[in-house]
């Protein structure tokens, strides 16, 4: 019998601006284990794991006497890095899928396609541009930069709703369900699930 592949990778990512140590897991449990100097982030990370039962353990600092921005950025950045190592040749995975949830009055979409070619399509409109401290222009940027990094396409719809933090929300537990869903193993699919056959 074939051993099975841990699907887990891990990254440190050291600049002027950040220092950031990630471990990733496909196969989790909905485990999280977070250092960093965003809170808010922090909730949607671990929205994020619980529902895609992945696992994560993350320490970053970065500069944030400036503002989030590097600090949102580069996680994005080292989480898609470590996806993409962790899923390596894709065999065997569904790898697409499209998920809706709801966040009481809010209702957010996430379409995702683990293809090897980064695109990000971004569709939403919050009431307010600030969730406490947090700027909701940094949910584009994380998201933008993790698909990038893993190399997926991924589509966020935010259909309605009223509240800022109920509309995020909505959208980090799409984002873990649809990958969680796109990442998961088929037996029924024999080999990469492509007709170029590679991903």
């Not at 140590?21 to 671990?46: C, I, Q, R």
């Amino acid at each position: 019998m074939a051993e099975t592949r841990v699907r887990e990778a891990s990254v440190a990512r050291k600049t002027n601006e950040t220092d950031i140590k990630l471990t990733f897991a496909v196969d989790g449990t909905g485990e999280t284990k977070l250092e960093t100097d965003v809170p808010f982030l922090n909730h949607m990370l671990d929205l994020f794991i619980k529902h895609g039962q992945f696992n994560l353990e993350l320490e970053a600092r970065g500069d944030i006497d400036i503002d989030d921005h590097h600090t949102v950025e580069d996680i994005g950045i080292c989480i898609g890095q470590t996806l993409r190592e962790a899923l390596g040749d894709k065999r065997g995975i569904k790898r697409y899928a499209s998920v809706f949830v709801p966040m009481d009055e809010a209702l957010a979409q996430v379409i995702v396609d683990v293809s090897n070619r980064p695109h990000f399509e971004y569709r939403a409109d919050y009431p307010s541009s600030q969730v406490g401290s947090f700027s909701t222009e940094l949910v584009h940027e994380f998201l933008w930069k993790l698909a990038l990094e893993a190399r997926i396409t991924l589509h966020v719809i935010v259909h309605y709703g009223q509240n800022t933090h109920h509309m995020i929300e909505a959208v980090f537990k799409a984002l873990g369900r649809a990958l969680d869903e796109a990442t998961s193993i088929d037996p029924r699919v024999q080999g990469v699930p492509s007709t170029k056959g590679v991903l």
